[in-house]
């Protein structure tokens, strides 16, 4: 067995990870990718916060959506421009159906313009 590690292979630990490493392998990721990576994982968490999962009692919490979805949108608004419709249209679709799933599960609906994100999409109605 030898001691010797592969290019491609992380030598941290989950204490000391290895961020020459990672670093290395963010380099090589296109900005679309680490953008629309970023919006999904934003849109997972507000699907989450906003009860939509199996166990959704268990996790929900509309502050938190509400910060959420407002992030996505104006990390969306931001970055319209820098991403192709192909990947920007199925990520404003998410959003509006998270946008329209808050104002469902809002005891006091905001006014319309006024829920999460909306200053960076205008109003949204279902």
Known sequence: ???????????????????????????????????????????????VKLGLT?????????DEARKLVHALAGLLDASTTEISSFHAAPL?????SLQLAFREASLVPDEPGQGPGEKYTGPVYG
């Open 92 to 96: 404003r679709d998410g959003l509006k």
């Open 54 to 62: 199996e166990d959704a009692e268990d996790h929900k919490d509309l």
């Open 1 to 47: 067995m030898s001691d010797a590690t592969s290019p491609n292979e992380p030598t941290g630990t989950p204490e000391s990870p290895d961020f020459d490493a990672m670093t290395r392998d963010i380099a090589e990721v296109p900005a679309v990718e680490v953008i629309v990576t970023v919006a999904v994982n934003l849109m997972s968490a507000a699907a």
